[in-house]
């Protein structure tokens, strides 16, 4: 596997989102099986395995730890903060107060079964904390050795800057596809200008861009994609020309749609680490190959004429997302 580098941190040119081993789309294989899952996405080459404390919440943690526990020194694992749960996971809200982010680390500290978190980011921003007290104790935290790198996710430029400024970002996770291009006005530059990482999360389109979700497709309450603006049946069918050209340039390559989306989001950064989430190893294997997919000039102009062009049906995510 390629590598590539988050400001200073190396980690494969590929890495495993690993919110859908456990939650959000459907019911999962047994615990004994994602556990090997994610040992073999090690095994073939995948160093970045990106959780958070919200996933489950909390059982997503547990299982990256358990699985990532004989590999630890091998692997760099990325966690979460930036919400107060209480005893009922659906009453959780937005918060960085500097008190809980050190309580969260610390458990997260413990799910994960490690001393240090090798890339700690604030989940969402919150409007109600400044960035600069957000930032300021996570470089607490990063001096007292328990966490080694920061990282912001659905930052806007102006938060990337500021947060920067008190303690280095070294990656930013953002949403970010051929149908989610918000990215590119401001938070692209900003982190290319700024030496920092730019991690894609959903780089598939939430599977959309695989080609494999059909226009009529339904989605069960257990699936997040029930709830997305953009799987509505009125949307997908809206928004199947994306998919139709980037099979066109599959076929063209001999390659697979996932892979020519992904292949896309690489060819727009040397620091760019797309995330693609699964559980089947047949579809790890198939994104992970994305990394040795060049594609030409005209294939990444066709591409890019045609997406920035094209108004995409649907909020992106859950339809509230938005750079603060």
């Known amino acids: 596997m390629k590598t590539r580098t988050l400001g200073n941190l190396e980690v494969s040119a590929i890495g495993l989102g690993c919110m859908g081993m456990s939650v959000n789309y459907g019911p999962s294989p047994e615990r004994e099986q994602l556990i090997a899952f994610a040992r073999s996405a090690y095994d073939l080459g995948v160093t970045l395995f990106d959780t958070a404390q919200v996933y489950g919440p909390f059982t997503n943690e547990d299982l990256v730890g358990e ?18 749960i209480g005893d009922d996971p659906r009453e959780r809200r937005i918060s960085s107060r500097p008190d809980l982010i050190r309580s969260s680390t610390e458990a997260s500290l413990r799910r994960l079964r490690t001393d240090h978190i ?10 109600e904390v400044p960035i600069e007290e957000v930032a300021g104790t996570v470089k607490e935290l990063i001096d007292s050795g328990k966490v080694l790198h ?36 401001e938070v692209l530059p900003t982190c290319e200008e700024l030496g920092i990482g730019f991690v894609p ?15 009529t497709a339904t989605f069960g309450a257990d699936d997040i994609r ?31 749609a996932a892979q020519v989306a992904l292949a896309w989001v690489l060819a727009h950064g040397e620091s760019i680490v797309p995330i693609p989430g699964t559980r089947k190893e047949h579809r790890l294997r198939e994104n992970l190959a994305a990394a040795d997919v060049v594609l030409s000039a005209a294939d990444l102009e066709q591409l890019d004429a045609a997406t920035a062009g094209f ?6 995510g859950s339809g509230h997302e938005q750079f603060r």
Request: charged share 20%; no cysteine; hydrophobic share 40%.
């Open 67 to 84: 699985a990532l526990e004989p590999i630890r020194d091998h692997v760099v694992i990325s966690t979460k903060f930036g919400f107060d």
């Open 118 to 127: 090798d890339l700690l980011y604030q989940h969402r921003v919150d409007p």
């Open 150 to 185: 920061f990282g912001l996710s659905e930052a806007g430029a102006s938060t990337i800057r500021r947060a920067h400024a008190v303690q280095p970002v070294s990656a930013v996770q953002n949403e970010y596809s051929l149908w989610a291009r918000d990215a590119e006005a």
């Open 201 to 215: 999360w959903s780089p598939l389109g939430q599977g959309f861009l695989t080609g494999t979700v059909s226009a």
């Open 226 to 256: 029930s709830r997305f603006p953009r799987f509505t049946p009125e949307a997908l069918a809206a928004n199947q020309p994306i998919v139709d050209l980037v099979k066109e340039v599959a076929a063209r390559n001999q390659v697979t």
């Open 311 to 316: 108004a995409v049906q649907g909020g992106r």
